[in-house]
């Protein structure tokens, strides 16, 4: 069994899918997405090979956890284009995006090696999400807010940087609202 279609599985199963996501989201909010995969199973009540039967690696359990924020983001996206100011709608979702990128320590680092390699289960799960961000970055191009040679996937790897510089920042924590303000004001088309 795979994490693909916990909704197919049987009762116990599905029950120990759920545990082993919550419990995973517990130890990488506590200690980071590199916590010990024994001790999620130990946590949740199962051993080891329940874990990687429902997850083989812990990219498969970290998508799992990750796949809804992933639609949420895409949502969101969509919801912007709305917005009566492309460039300030790109700019709010940017920030969610990177607050979402930083829930866990050692996030940023996860997903930006899922958007360098597109073969990989996070960049899969998060098509839709970068394809309703670059409708945000299209109609904010089109309305001449953002420069013309930005691309999505450079706004997402700005993004994705903006928030591992915050993360990582040495002597406090920055706002990364600050942070990808200050990205946007270099992306702002003159």
Known sequence: MTSANPKAMRADARRNYERLLEEARRAFAER????????????????????????????ALLEALLRERFD????????????????????????????????????TDALADALADETSQLSRSCHGMRESAGHLVERARAAGELRADVTAPEVLLLVHSAAWASEHAAGGKPSLARVVDLVFRGLRAR
């Not at 284009?81 to 979402?100: F, N, Q, R, V, Y």
């Open 32 to 59: 980071g997405i590199d916590a010990s995969l024994e001790e999620i199973a130990r946590r949740a009540g199962v051993g080891i090979g329940t874990l990687y039967r429902h997850f083989p690696t812990r990219e």
């Open 72 to 107: 949420a983001q895409a949502k969101a996206a969509d919801d912007l284009l709305g917005h009566p100011s492309p460039i300030d709608a790109l700019k709010a979702w940017a920030i969610e995006m990177g607050e979402a990128s930083t829930v866990y320590r050692g996030l």
